[in-house]
C-alpha cells in the first residue's frame, strides 16, 4: 500500500552533483525518519543519512559535508543533495521510511548513482 518513487540517479563525473527525490505516497502518510542507504557491489547496504520528523539529521562520516539531507512533510517527499561525489560514492541508492511504531519500515526500489570519468 504504502509506495515509494525515487528519482535523480545517473551517471556523473567526479566533483559533479545529483539530486535524489523520494515521494511516498499511500498508507498512514506520516513517518518518524526519512532516509537514504546506499549498496556497492560486494558491501553491505549502510545508511546514508536520515531525517527525523522534528528535523534532526544524522550522516554516514565520509557523506558529511558534501551531502544534505532534507524533507517536505506537504509533499511527502525526502531529498538527499550530493556534491563533489566521488567514484567511491557509486551504488544503488535506497529510500526508506519508517513509523515511530515500527523497527523496519518501507523501501524504495532504488536508484543506479555511478560516478565515473
Known amino acids: 500500500q504504502v509506495q515509494l518513487v525515487e528519482s535523480g540517479g545517473g551517471l556523473v563525473q567526479p566533483g559533479g552533483s545529483l539530486r535524489l527525490s523520494c515521494a511516498v505516497s499511500?498508507?498512514?502518510?506520516?513517518?518518524?525518519?526519512m532516509g537514504w542507504y546506499r549498496q556497492a557491489p560486494g558491501k553491505q547496504r549502510e545508511l546514508v543519512a536520515v531525517?527525523?520528523?522534528?528535523?534532526?539529521?544524522n550522516y554516514e562520516d565520509s557523506v558529511k559535508g558534501r551531502f544534505t539531507i532534507t524533507r517536505d512533510n506537504t509533499k511527502n517527499t525526502v531529498y538527499l543533495q550530493m556534491n563533489s561525489l566521488k567514484p567511491e560514492d557509486t551504488a544503488v541508492y535506497y529510500c526508506?521510511?519508517?513509523?515511530?511504531?515500527?523497527?523496519?519500515?518501507?523501501w524504495g526500489q532504488g536508484t543506479q548513482v555511478t560516478v565515473s570519468s
Open positions: 526508506n521510511v519508517r513509523p515511530a511504531s515500527a523497527t523496519v519500515g518501507y
Open positions: 499511500g498508507g498512514a502518510g506520516s513517518f518518524y525518519t
Open positions: 531525517i527525523i520528523r522534528g528535523g534532526n539529521t
